[in-house]
């Protein structure tokens, strides 16, 4: 049976759509417009796709205390997915219209949970509908099916965490948002700019080539390796604005064979929630 962990090929899941075994997953969404992705998913989405939102099935609920988009708590995880179709068994194929920048929250939480058959598909609905594949529209529905798993928790650290190692000489924190928005200079989502202090910058857009692609291991790993230099996988962090988009730089490091680095799930916008943390512009 075929297995895929990182990126499939459109042409791959094509031949697997009428498998009972593998389940579709849609992720479009827009930060600004979070009604946006289930709209454009009803306009048009793969034979077979559910859509799961990022804010109302990929997050719990914010509290002060929390980034705009934290973990799902595991009850409501593991209730959705199996909701979805989504079994110990399934193969899972996430997709959106960014090139994975929001797919890879759910295939980073399928991982998360431990369930190793998820991938991304490469270059997206566009790449799809660009190869000629066949499109539905309307909301679409799989049978339920019953999906377990427990949380990894050497996966991810917390802000008190972060505010230890984040100044620790052995450790790499990478901020997966914009330039602009690591220096500080603009600030459109946030009510506070800048960056953690001592974190290196890499903006996860950089991880695609100009066709919207995710770029071939060896130089993925060659730019990554640039930015860690010595650190070991286990000793590097990434984060973003609020935990979602750093994934994609989790799947753009598994696709180089770079495996345990860790997430902070609560991001820029849970770090800005306590005055005592440092903060960092320039």
Known sequence: MDSY???IKSEELFVHLSDP???VIDCRFDLFQPEWGLENYRLGSIPG????DVDKDLSGPKTGDTGRHPLPDPESFLSTMGSMGVSNQSQVVVYDTSSGSFAARLWWLLKYYGHPRVAVL???YTAWVQAGFPIMTGDQRRSPAHFTGFPNEEMVISSSEMLTLHSHEGYRVID???PERFRGEIELIDPIAGRIPNSLNRFHQDN????GKLKEPEILFHEFNLLLRDAPPENVIVYCGS???AC???LALASAGVQGVKLYPGSWSEWILDPKRPLAKG
Do not use: E, I, N, P
């Not at 695609?208 to 066709?211: E, H, P, T, V």
């Open 176 to 178: 997966a948002r914009s």
């Open 21 to 23: 075994d593998w389940v």
């Open 49 to 52: 796709a559910v859509y799961a």
């Open 248 to 250: 994609h730089h989790l």
């Open 208 to 211: 695609l080539d100009q066709a």
């Open 5 to 7: 962990s990182t990126l």
């Open 122 to 124: 490469d270059g997206g």
């Open 243 to 245: 935990g979602v988009t």
